[in-house]
């Protein structure tokens, strides 16, 4: 039958496999340890009742193992969901470890606890954004710089021997030879028409129209009175300056005789004014009624 003395005795001297030795301490790596811890309480192996908490997919369950279905390794342990609510998780462990000692269902509890605020943290973290950080390697980065350089002048290449090839076909080097490639010749000629064409559109177009087309007989009647009335006026003008030039000035130096020059100037010129005035009839099409200015 099992002993739990021998086989902490072999386990803790001899060898396991799940001890982790460390400066700090001596850690346990089986995943049914409740504390993590490698001494004779927390140890599942050496212990026939043992009581613990594992995590499947978020999901806490409770796992207890007795001595009963010692002799059966398929059904060693015992397995109990629980329930997301924290409180009622503590009633179910309380439920089912009504009779245990007191330590290992405290020690459960802590193992709740633990876990609990971890799957806490653990949904903050993912609802959270972060930066990802990618390495590159340096041979991808290499290899990538050299094919985009031979891209680059295998393009510069092409261009440049099919720039020669067409401007040696339009001085007509190669005489009556058609057999190069029709894509670029057709791509050159549609380039040329759509310049020729903004050119077109560039130049504005010129026209000449006859004047006068709307003017009537009567407009020029008009037009023939306004020449009359401005000959009248240039006859008076003349007029008015012969008579200036009858008028006898006396030639003696003095301030009376330079004030009476002044008038006779001012006097003259109200004259010009009055005989320069000339009526002008302007008649519109729409209404019978005929101004008059006065120039």
Same mark, same amino acid.
């Given at each position: ?13 001899? =060898? ?9 301490? *001596?850690?346990?790596? *089986? $995943? ?20 613990? %908490? ?13 001595? +009963? ?8 342990? +015992?397995?109990? &969901? ?5 409180? #009622? ?16 269902? =405290? ?6 606890? #633990? ?17 990802? %950080? ?15 350089? #031979? ?31 029709? @894509?670029?010749?057709? +791509?050159?000629?549609?380039? @040329?028409?759509? /310049? ?45 300056? +012969? ?6 000035? $006396? ?21 010009? &004014? &009055? #005989? ?7 008649? =519109? ?5 005929? /101004?008059?200015?006065?120039?």
């Amino acid at each position: 039958m099992q002993h739990d003395e021998v086989i902490w005795q072999v386990i803790r001297h001899n =060898h396991c496999s799940f001890m982790a030795k460390i400066s700090t301490g *001596n850690f346990c790596r *089986n $995943p049914y340890n409740v504390t993590g811890i490698c001494n004779r309480s927390s140890c599942p192996l050496a212990n026939s009742r043992y009581a613990t %908490i594992r995590d499947h997919d978020g999901v806490f369950y409770l796992y207890m193992k007795t001595i +009963e279905r010692a002799h059966k390794p398929n059904e060693l342990w +015992e397995r109990v &969901k629980l329930p997301r609510n924290y409180e #009622k998780a503590l009633e179910i462990i309380d439920k089912h470890l009504m009779y245990w000692p007191k330590i290992l269902v =405290h020690k459960t509890k802590q193992r709740l606890t #633990k876990m609990t605020q971890m799957r806490i943290r653990m949904r903050k973290l993912a609802l959270k954004t972060r930066e990802k %950080i990618m390495t590159t390697p340096r041979k991808e980065i290499k290899r990538e710089a050299r094919r985009e350089q #031979k891209a680059e002048k295998a393009a510069l290449l092409d261009k440049s021997i099919e720039k020669e090839l067409l401007e040696r076909l339009k001085k007509g080097v190669y005489g009556d030879i058609y057999n190069y490639p029709v @894509e670029a010749y057709n +791509e050159v000629l549609e380039m @040329e028409e759509l /310049q020729a064409a903004s050119e077109e559109e560039e130049e504005p177009e010129i026209e000449y129209v006859e004047g006068y087309e709307e003017l009537e007989e009567e407009d020029m009647e008009d037009f023939g009175g306004l020449a009359i009335h401005n000959s009248e006026a240039d006859e008076d003008s003349d007029g008015i300056d +012969e008579d200036l030039e009858d008028i006898d000035v $006396p030639h003696k130096r003095g301030r009376k005789d330079s004030t009476s020059l002044r008038k006779l100037e001012k006097d003259a010129r109200a004259k010009l &004014k &009055k #005989k320069a005035r000339v009526i002008v009839e302007v008649e =519109h099409e729409d209404a019978d009624e005929r /101004q008059t200015t006065v120039h």
